[in-house]
């Protein structure tokens, strides 16, 4: 499994991704969803009921940062060796 983060819209979201269980994790504090990782789609989670609105364009950003830093198969500061997966 792989963690990462990212500030979107002034939200920190956390991701971890568990690719060959086609399995995701989403924390924004509070929201917290259980995603299919391929194809991307909320399975569940918990909401709090002062949760602010998550645009689910900013789940598609994570997933294609994720993609173009684990998947590009090009070495980068955070998968140095370029591998495939994460």
């Known amino acids: 499994m792989a963690r990462g983060g990212a500030r979107l819209g002034g939200r920190v979201l956390t991701l971890d991704v568990d690719e060959p269980a086609n399995w995701a994790y989403l924390d924004a504090g ?4 259980e995603l299919s990782w391929s194809p991307l789609q909320i399975l569940g989670g918990s909401v709090e009921p002062s949760a602010r609105p ?5 789940l598609w950003r994570m997933r294609t940062a994720w993609d ?8 980068n500061p955070v998968n140095p060796a370029g591998r495939h997966g994460a």
């Open 68 to 75: 173009a830093i684990y998947r590009s198969g090009r070495s």
């Open 30 to 33: 509070d929201m917290r969803l």
């Open 54 to 58: 998550l645009d689910t364009a900013r």
